[in-house]
């Protein structure tokens, strides 16, 4: 049967049947996405923007692999864990995507013993959640992290994190924000006074996480109805969680019956004031709210936890104005590198993460509303012909040009028409043009011209680089 089998493959092969026939899907999987040239264009802006944040505090910068070991990842995010992709195994480990950078980082800090570093990590994280690809919820996407390990005295990192967030998106010109912030602590407090007990700390934690997005009739018969509350209990929650301000209610709640018994409530509220001392002197409290409903449902923040949300976009160009939520978040965790520390021992962490999708969604959006044109490449002179014959010349100059750092281009044909190297030109925003013509060779110059003005200048072929440069350094 084999001999018979291999004799008709043979036969078809030579027949040659099916080449080309095979149709393939062309998608990307669920919840990823291409990025065009002028879509990384957006991109590279905004991570630069983030970058130069991050560098202007003093930050390093690490990256760790992909995947962890799965048991790296599992029980660290609570309620979340089941988004987590697991892979196949590969050789006698179990192996999980990460996902988000945050745990990682907990991990190399126990791995190599450091108690004191200030990082940043831009990298991809995965999600098994359901995309929403418009609001820029993706399976696959990335995170810009900032995160201050170590033992400081109380609050001045956590400040330091919020005015990051503060630079970051005053710089993108995103609109209106507001950064709401709590604390762990505060929390755990108000459910105790409330009645709630231990057990059901977590689980009513993430019902109340779900106020920026449910009225509180909704979450209030969640509490009740699928978690086990009792009504009272939920109805005194309810009378904590709809408050929000500033350094007054603070003061308000420090004088507060219930929680200022409360040993965790009051060691969170006595931060928070703290803290929004420091934010005061920043000059950033315009943008701050202390807000009692914000719960991050992650499992591992212990003490302030903050979240910055864009406020209802105006826009004249789309009738439903673009609502994308929270786009950075964090907070502090200082028990999750003692979780890894074979001796238990604690390094204390407060960080951010930017949403670097959510932000370039509406950036995405505003470019396509307003027709900006976008340049996708940085080129800043391309080398032409006048007449025929001279692509010898042409790659001579090039050439030059590469070798000091100028980025040059020119059209790969041996005699280009002049008009169609101009065209190139304005079709992609390149600024200047170096045309190499016979009488320009006898003459020992090159003509630079201007494109956007059309001004043509003769510069001695030994001062062309710097002419360039001079013409194209930004102002």
Not at 77 to 96: F, H, M, N, P, T
Not at 212 to 218: G, I, L, R, S, T
Not at 433 to 458: F, P, S, Y
Request: net charge negative.
């Amino acid at each position: 049967i084999a001999k018979e089998v291999a004799k008709l493959l043979e036969m078809k092969a030579q027949l040659g049947g099916d080449e080309g026939k095979h149709k393939f899907v062309l998608k990307t999987p669920k919840g990823t996405r291409d990025y065009s040239p002028k879509q990384m264009a957006i991109r590279e802006r905004v991570f630069n923007a983030i970058i130069t944040c991050f560098k202007r505090h003093g930050a390093e910068v690490i990256d760790t692999p992909v995947f962890e070991l799965k048991e790296t990842l599992t029980g660290k995010y609570g309620e979340d864990s089941k988004l987590i992709y697991d892979l196949k195994d590969q050789g006698g480990e179990l192996l999980s995507l990460r996902y988000d950078l945050t745990v990682p980082f907990a991990r190399y800090l126990a791995m190599n013993k450091i108690t004191n570093i200030k990082r940043y990590h831009i990298a991809k994280v995965y999600r098994r959640d359901n995309p929403a690809m418009t609001r820029g919820r993706y399976r696959e996407f990335y995170q810009c992290d900032f995160d201050i390990a170590g033992q400081f005295d109380p609050m001045i990192p956590d400040a330091e994190c919020l005015k990051i967030v503060h630079e970051i998106l005053s710089d993108l010109q995103l609109g209106d924000f507001l950064v709401k912030v709590n604390d762990r602590r505060i929390l755990d407090g108000m459910f105790a006074v409330c009645g709630v007990t231990d057990s059901k700390f977590r689980t009513i934690c993430s019902s109340v996480d779900k106020l920026d997005k449910m009225p509180w009739e909704e979450v209030r018969s969640e509490m009740v109805g699928e978690k086990g509350l009792s009504p009272e209990a939920a109805d005194r929650i309810g009378e904590y969680v709809q408050l929000h301000g500033g350094l007054e209610l603070i003061e308000q709640l420090l004088q507060d019956p219930k929680l200022s018994q409360n040993k965790l409530a009051k060691e969170g509220l006595g931060d928070m004031k703290l803290l929004f001392e420091y934010l005061t002197l920043f000059g950033i409290t315009g943008k701050i709210s202390f807000d009692l409903s914000l719960a991050r449902g992650l499992d591992y923040y212990t003490g302030v936890i903050f979240e910055a949300v864009l406020l209802q976009q105006e826009n004249d160009h789309v009738e439903e104005p673009v609502s994308v939520g929270s786009v950075a978040g964090g907070g502090r965790y200082d028990g999750l590198v003692g979780m890894f520390d074979p001796k238990g021992r604690k390094v204390p962490c407060v960080g951010v993460s930017i949403g670097i999708e959510r932000i370039f969604s509406i950036l995405e959006q505003r470019v396509e509303a307003s027709e900006e044109k976008i340049r996708t490449t940085e080129t800043q002179v391309l080398v032409a012909s006048a007449q025929k014959k001279l692509l010898e010349e042409r790659l001579k100059l090039i050439s030059e040009l590469w070798d000091v750092g100028i980025k040059a281009e020119m059209l790969y044909k041996k005699n280009p028409k002049l008009l169609n190297q101009l065209q190139y030109c304005e079709d992609t925003g390149i600024p200047l043009v170096a045309i190499v013509g016979e009488q320009e060779l006898k003459d020992g110059v090159v003509k630079l011209r201007v494109v956007a003005t059309r001004e043509e200048v003769n510069v001695r072929r030994e001062s062309l680089v710097e002419e360039i440069r001079m013409r194209t350094s930004l102002p």
